[in-house]
T-cell receptor, first 114, second 113 residues
Framework: KAGVTQTPRYLIKTRGQQVTLSCSPI?????VSWYQQTPGQGLQFLFE???????NKGNFPGRFSGRQFSNSRSEMNVSTLELGDSALYLC?????????????FGEGSWLTVV | GESVGLHLPTLSVQEGDNSIINCAYS??????FIWYKQESGKGPQFIID?????DKRQGQRVTVLLNKTVKHLSLQIAATQPGDSAVYFC????????????FGTGTKLQVIP
């Protein structure tokens, strides 16, 4: 059974550009969430999607957005990139999120903003 | 406010010894706790979880203890091996939705051969 798959693994962008990251959850998982990991702030929750609807949102500016497709795959977008957006972006999936389902993480997408 | 934090940033342990990683949380309403292991260049890997109605749970070579009175949990790793070297995070979920995981700052475990 394939795990959570994230693409691309590494990317470099310039300030002011926008970026889209993709996540394919484990087969059968309907809940997808995104996290940002930086040395200074640690792991922080961005948002969570279930059945194509954003169900939870963390404390990030509106430049960070996401969506989920009918096949549960998800994308997140960051517009008008800033140097501080350089981070490891992690996607996680679980069965539903209504109960304490185990949350599985992908390997992450390393974003460097220059 | 709601937070999950760790006491020590780095823990060095001799191979074969037992490791104990501690974590404090501040939200008394937290009802589900998870320990994750993150190796360099990889995403967090689920180790073990515990619900607030329990005080101990055992897995393979790992035990999690929960003390709700002092809002403290710990991860014990028996017979620590070099492959256990990683950063360990305690995390809490449930208060903001079960998919909104609040992570602690992490403890780096270094296993000395």
């Amino acid at each position: 059974k394939a795990g959570v798959t994230q693409t691309p693994r590494y990317l470099i962008k310039t300030r002011g550009q926008q970026v889209t990251l993709s996540c394919s959850p484990i087969s059968g998982h309907r809940s997808v969430s995104w996290y940002q990991q930086t040395p200074g702030q640690g792991l922080q929750f961005l948002f969570e999607y279930f059945s194509e609807t954003q169900r939870n949102k963390g404390n990030f500016p509106g430049r960070f957005s996401g969506r989920q497709f009918s096949n549960s795959r998800s994308e997140m977008n960051v517009s008008t990139l800033e140097l501080g957006d350089s981070a490891l972006y992690l996607c996680a999936s679980s069965l539903s999120g209504e109960e304490r389902n185990t949350i599985y993480f992908g390997e992450g997408s390393w974003l460097t903003v220059v | 406010g709601e937070s999950v934090g760790l006491h020590l940033p780095t823990l060095s342990v001799q191979e074969g010894d037992n490791s104990i990683i501690n974590c404090a949380y501040s939200n008394s309403a937290s009802d589900y706790f998870i320990w994750y292991k993150q190796e360099s260049g990889k995403g967090p890997q689920f180790i073990i979880d515990i619900r607030s109605n329990m005080d101990k749970r055992q897995g393979q070579r790992v035990t999690v203890l929960l003390n709700k009175t002092v809002k403290h949990l710990s991860l014990q790793i028996a017979a620590t091996q070099p492959g256990d070297s990683a950063v360990y995070f305690c995390a809490e979920t449930g208060t903001g939705g079960y998919q909104k995981v609040t992570f602690g700052t992490g403890t780096k475990l270094q296993v000395i051969p």
